[in-house]
């Protein structure tokens, strides 16, 4: 058995999480609604449906009526406590991007000083370049994917 890519993980766990406040966010806007009808004005297949609703409900967000779904009187709190949760952990990744930036620039004139001191390790140090480059571009990566969360939970687009 391989191990799962982190990289694919995190983008199946954000997915689900943007469904399920999309979903959210229907129910509340057209309760009571059915399955069928959720899938229809989400765009979202009906087997998905039925599995965020089913996580939703044990979590006790969505409440199951014979007319369809509804949202608990834990929504809102809900719904608050998930935008805190991941304005912070937005706050923290973007933090993280600006110490990953700073070191890339240590790296960077490092690097230079290594080359003007001996240019036969230019290779080298090129190589070591392009992978402190692609880690910049990593953290750069993360940064939207907190970005896009963030206005996924709290439909607020953060300004520059």
Do not use: C
Not at 52 to 61: D, F, P, T, V, W
């Amino acid at each position: 058995m391989t191990a799962k890519d982190p990289v694919d993980s995190l983008y199946e766990t954000l997915e689900l999480l943007e469904r399920h406040i999309s979903m959210l966010r229907t129910v509340k806007e057209n309760q009571p609604v059915g399955l069928i009808r959720l899938s229809e004005m989400t765009g979202i297949p009906k087997h998905k449906v039925r599995y965020s609703l089913k996580i939703m409900e044990q979590q006790g967000i969505i409440v199951a009526t014979p007319d369809g779904a509804t949202v608990s009187d834990g929504y809102e709190e809900f719904m608050k406590e998930m935008a805190e949760s991941v304005e912070d952990l937005a706050e923290k990744v973007i933090a993280d991007d600006d110490t990953v930036d700073a070191y890339f620039d240590k790296v960077k004139q490092a690097l230079i000083r290594r080359i003007a001191d001996d240019p036969a390790e230019g290779g080298t140090a090129l190589d070591l370049l392009m992978i402190a480059k692609y880690l910049e571009r990593i953290g750069d990566h993360a940064t939207n994917i907190a970005e896009w969360v963030e206005f996924s939970v709290t439909g607020v687009h953060k300004e520059e």
